[in-house]
């Protein structure tokens, strides 16, 4: 589905003034502000990923920054951007502008992904108490990271910290 299938139909012929408002907002000092952009990117990956594609090497170099935003709340709507990120390569291609961006940003990319995964307090009892056992194969679940946010409260969920993907 193209542009021209976004609902409501006005909004495929908005989008160019919408990137725009976008981008002048990216360096709001307001975090709600910042949250609302990197909610909106998304939004506009998962939905329209070829809108994107012109300017996908500025857009991902913002949402790597923001991926380290000293607001915990602007960098978790941040890292929300990465795992459509990789489906919408695959979309527009292995020869698109957006695969080759974020191929070019990967070195930058995985030790902020890596520095801001961390386990629950769950997972750590059963990696110190050895209840993982070596000879079970992990589970998908056993492998979704859960992202640092910063304050975390007592049991590793809920404000504390959140999984990928929920």
Known sequence: AGVEALSPPGLAGCLGTYLATLSALTGDLDQRVRRAVCVSVVGILEV???????????????????????????????????????????VLGEGSDAAGALEALLPRLVPVLLQGMVYSEEEMFDLESGAADASEPDRPEDLRPIFHRKGKSKGGQGQGSREQGQ
């Not at 500025?58 to 709340?73: K, T, Y």
């Open 48 to 90: 329209a990923p070829q809108v994107l594609e012109p300017v996908f090497s500025s857009v991902a170099e913002f949402m790597l920054g923001a991926s380290q935003d000293s607001s915990s709340e602007v960098a978790l709507a941040a890292v929300d951007f990465w795992v459509p990120c990789c489906a919408c390569t695959q």
